[in-house]
């Protein structure tokens, strides 16, 4: 019997129905060991020798790997044909060598689609292991450790509230932030655009002003309306005639077929799908035997494929859509190593395929690979030029007409920023023509800002620059949005205060290790290494010679030392020149002190010199000159009628909150957002909570309506139930709140209105067959196999959760459950003292954030 690991249990269920008897198949659930979150994982005075450890979830099936192997005669490693496969084929070799169960026969087979042929023919052809991609992962996971655990610690002690930094993360997390930047300075130019509606043989057109009094007109020439209005009239005022036309034929080329960061970009544009959720989807479609490998950065499709979607294309159209040639295409991208096929259907008979979303991004990837074998568009630009009768008047219109469509028949690429003037169409006109106009028009227009990145915009610059690579697109983006070091609105990237913060530090301590060039020759010296021109542990040790000494010189520093060169550092800014000679530093609360930065215990913030005698403050990321958001102190709403003590209405960490006194005993309660006006009968309300509805009718208990952590709620006896806004807290009587604990009772708990019925049913455990369902919980959406419990990642949608997914999230929440039957040990003092080691370890396990 031949032993074969693949990662995932579909994978391996699809690989041992092509391979029949002999084979016994199994996954390891992607990688089976990694370096431990703790100091001296990675040696770098032991020629970076690194500490590797088993994954306590993958036990068992390290284990059923294992008892295999001892009676396998061959072992055959078949995981995915990149970087990451390679090493986690290299892991499952170690681990059973270690375990002494590695048999004599041992074998790497790659293939790039799971088909029967190629998985067969893979088996056919077997190799060793490649070394120096093994030695490419085992470099790119010692940087990202070694970066990890160097640099975050030093973020953690300087700069109060920073969460993590990455090798690659913080590079791209600086992207959006100088995308940021760039819009806050830009300054909008108010411009001015006249166009003539015109009509020639009923069809309509429109004309632009290109010539007003003998001059040129370009786009920002006119910038007021007064002009605007003065070029209008004389437009309306001239006789005018065509004096040119001028007409070009345009050929426009297929684009080539999907490589990894081309089909995130065209998904999100498309689609409307995250990086993330496109990589979950194709990954599926690959492990059904539907499409190629979906990790690559090759443009390029086998010459079997090629002739394939040809014949498809003959069959579909007609001959004049299949070029002479089948077209040949090379990667534009900096970096890319073309180290597999594009990503493309595996049998172009075949236009649909699964259902949902796992269909769309099929006819996508099948359409884009179709059409990159089709012939070219054939189209004609027609530029038409008018004059009044003095020369001094011009105007413009542009169209264009597809002769013929070609590979458009099929497919168009999607664009970030649509313009479409020259696509409208002309009529007929010759020379001497003099189209009615309809009508002139004087519009109003300013410059518009850079766009904010969207992930598909992101994709694109970072695959530009040469900042990562096609499998660490998706988590790179999701580690930025994880940590909150950005936000998405109308998908699109806004940097947060936290990220902007981060991205100052690291720009002013590190601005060698954010600065794009350095981090793509990184990735040139990495790709050396997979290619054997490098040897990894010299690029480690040249890396490491610089990076060390660094990060100790910035942990000399205290705090308020770097609180200070951050302040002179943002300073344009935070506090950026008023454009009337006055100081951007002056307190707008007491007139006399200067504003600086300073560093807090969540965080940095903007505050007054004079204090504490002004108590002005301000956010960070607060522009200088607008007092949106500042704090001048405590504001006095009135007097509290039951003590005589004043009320006041502040700003804290958490946002604004109501206090009644002073000091260590005082009273607080935060605003909630639901109410618009805040006056001092509703601080009393507010700060009298929780209210006592009355005693329950059965039980004889207080119901008590307050405000928790979660919102407006009810409480009897251990028991809740949610309300649903603030006014119900204060209006909810006894027969509404008996009937409200009553559904929460029957409901187990979770709140009102949450479903009993599962969000999605997953399927059957691979371990025991018990039934994987998504449910809705109190505190969100959860897995649950019935036994165990585990929280959906946030923003994680329910329904596009995969059942090897659900079953890796119950196996990490199995392993981080308490060991049972050992309470008694919690008395004990001695260990008490080893609690702050483990409580750093956990902080740098945030650390360790890939790229």
Request: charged share 30%.
């Amino acid at each position: 019997m031949k032993l074969v690991v693949v990662e995932s249990p579909a994978k391996a269920k699809t690989i041992e129905k092509y391979l029949g008897s002999g084979y016994r198949v199994l996954a390891s659930y992607g990688h089976v060991r990694d370096l431990p979150a703790k100091d001296g994982s990675v040696n770098p005075d032991e020629g970076f020798a690194m500490e590797w450890e088993a994954y306590a979830d993958k036990a068992r099936q390290l284990k059923a790997i294992t008892d295999e192997a001892k009676d396998a005669d061959a072992l055959i490693l078949a995981t995915d044909p990149d970087r990451e496969g390679e090493a986690i084929s290299w892991h499952v070799q170690e681990v059973l060598k270690k375990r002494r169960a590695l048999p004599k026969d041992t074998k790497r087979v790659t293939f790039n689609a799971i088909t029967k042929p190629a998985v067969l023919k893979a088996m056919a052809e077997p190799r060793d292991l490649d070394e120096d991609l093994i030695d490419a992962y085992r470099a790119r996971r010692a940087l990202d450790y070694l970066v990890g655990f160097t640099l975050s610690p030093v973020l953690w002690r300087k700069l109060p509230g920073a969460k993590s930094a990455g090798r690659v993360q913080s590079v791209a997390l600086r992207l959006v932030v100088d995308r940021e930047r760039e819009i806050e300075a830009f300054r909008a130019q108010e411009y001015w655009s006249v166009t003539a509606d015109m009509e020639q043989d009923a069809v309509p057109f429109a004309a632009r002003l290109v010539k007003w009094k003998g001059e040129k007109v370009e786009r920002l020439s006119i910038g007021q309306q007064g002009d605007a209005e003065a070029a209008k009239k004389d437009v309306e005022a001239a006789r005018l005639a065509v004096v040119s036309v001028e007409t070009k034929p345009l050929t426009r080329n297929p684009p080539p077929p999907f490589t990894t960061s081309t089909l995130q970009q065209e998904a999100a544009r498309k689609l409307g799908f995250s990086a993330s959720h496109t990589m979950r989807v194709a990954q599926g479609l690959y492990e059904d035997g539907l499409i190629t490998y979906m990790r690559t950065d090759g443009v390029q499709m086998d010459e079997s494929a090629i002739s394939a979607a040809r014949l498809a294309i003959a069959e579909r159209y007609d001959g004049g859509y299949v070029p002479d040639k089948p077209r040949q295409y090379q990667t534009k991208a900096k970096n890319a190593q073309e180290a597999h096929e594009a990503i493309r259907p595996t049998d172009f008979s075949r236009d649909r395929a699964a259902s949902g979303d796992h269909a769309r991004l099929y006819e996508l990837v099948f359409k884009r690979a179709l059409a990159s074998q089709m012939a070219s568009a054939r189209l004609e630009r027609t530029t038409v030029d008018f004059a009044d009768g003095t020369g001094q008047l011009g105007l413009r219109a542009t169209g264009q007409v597809v002769l013929f469509p070609g590979y458009l028949a099929l497919y168009e690429e999607g664009r970030d920023d649509e313009g479409d003037e020259e696509s409208r169409r002309l009529p007929r006109l010759k020379d001497g023509d003099s189209p009615a106009v309809k009508g002139v028009r004087a519009e109003q227009h300013f410059t518009q800002p850079p766009p904010r990145f969207s992930e598909a915009s992101l994709v694109k610059k970072m695959e530009e620059l040469g900042i990562g690579r096609p499998s660490t697109y998706a988590s790179i983006l999701q580690t930025i949005k994880d940590r909150e070091y950005v936000r998405i609105e109308k998908n699109r990237f806004h940097a947060e205060e936290s990220g902007r913060l981060v991205t100052a530090f690291l720009e002013r301590f590190f601005e060698k290790y954010v600065s794009f060039d350095f981090t793509a020759e990184l990735e040139e010296e990495l790709d050396d290494i997979s290619g054997g021109r490098a040897q990894w542990q010299a690029v480690l040790e040249a890396f490491w010679r610089d990076f060390k000494p660094k990060t100790a010189e910035v942990m000399e520093q205290k705090p308020s030392e770097v609180t200070a060169e951050l302040d002179q550092f943002l300073a344009p800014y935070l506090f950026p020149d008023k454009g009337d000679g006055s100081d951007p530093r002056l307190c707008p609360a007491c007139h006399e002190g200067r504003l600086a930065l300073r560093g807090g215990r969540f965080g940095a913030f903007i505050a007054c010199s004079n204090y504490p005698e002004c108590k002005f403050t301000r956010r960070f990321a607060q522009p200088g000159g607008a007092n949106e958001g500042a704090d001048s102190g405590p504001e006095e709403l009135g007097t509290d009628p039951a003590t005589g003590e004043a009320i006041t209405k502040r700003s804290g960490r958490f946002g604004p909150y109501i206090q009644l006194g002073e000091g260590k005993e005082a009273k607080r309660s935060s605003i909630p957002k639901d109410i618009a006006a805040l006056d001092l009968e509703m601080a009393i309300k507010l700060l009298s909570l929780p209210r006592t509805v009355g005693n329950h009718p059965e039980s004889g208990k207080p119901v008590t309506a307050s405000i928790g952590r979660y919102g407006p709620y009810l409480a009897h006896d251990g028991k809740y139930a949610r309300l649903t806004s603030t006014a119900d807290v204060f209006e909810t009587g006894m027969n509404a709140a008996v009937v409200k604990l009553a559904e929460a009772a029957a409901g187990g708990g979770r709140r009102t209105g949450a479903s009993r019925e599962p969000l999605a049913v997953l399927g059957a455990h691979p371990d025991g067959g018990a039934e994987v369902k998504v449910m809705e919980g109190r505190f969100g959406p959860y897995v649950t196999d019935g036994t165990t419990n585990a929280t959906l990642p946030k923003g994680r949608e329910p329904k596009e959760l995969t059942l090897d997914e659900a079953v890796q999230l119950l196996a990490e929440r199995a392993a981080k459950a308490p060991a049972k039957g050992k309470k008694k040990a919690a008395p004990k003092k001695a260990p008490a003292k080893k609690a702050a080691p483990k409580k750093a370890a956990s902080k740098k396990a945030a650390a360790t954030t890939g790229e």
